[in-house]
Nanobody, 127 residues
């Protein structure tokens, strides 16, 4: 069982920045691909970014490319999401998730592929 705890959300003005953190309880954190998803009110949960087990590969949804950066520190069992140039449409609850399966493509954008989830952290971007 892996427990994930997100932190770092809050209220920020458009154009501002936030850094989300996700601390994992897993002793084998480096064996999990880690992803960030978000869910806005009335919308389905959507993929944001993912990072490979070693941290050497990252992938982003098009709407956040060039603004968000995912990273991980396996020594600290933590994954991060640095969010810059925030827009009101980035407002959502952000979730981190852990995937123990090594997919042929290297990662999955599908939420059902992930085995463990955090409780989420609210990010609100005002215009």
């Amino acid at each position: 069982q892996v427990q994930l705890v997100e932190s770092g959300g809050g209220l920020v003005q458009a154009g501002g920045s936030l850094r989300l953190s996700c601390a994992a309880s897993a002793r084998t954190f480096s064996s999990y691909t880690m992803g960030w998803f978000r869910q806005a009110p009335g919308k389905e949960r959507e993929f944001v970014a993912v990072i490979s087990r070693s941290g050497g590969n990252t992938y982003y949804t098009d709407s956040v490319k060039g603004r968000f950066t995912i990273s991980r520190d396996n020594a600290k069992n933590t994954v991060y999401l640095q969010m810059n140039s925030l827009k009101p449409e980035d407002t959502a609850v952000y979730y981190c998730a852990a995937d123990r399966t090594l997919h042929n493509s290297g990662y999955s954008r599908i939420s059902s592929a992930y085995d463990y989830w955090g409780q989420g952290t609210q990010v609100t971007v005002s215009s």
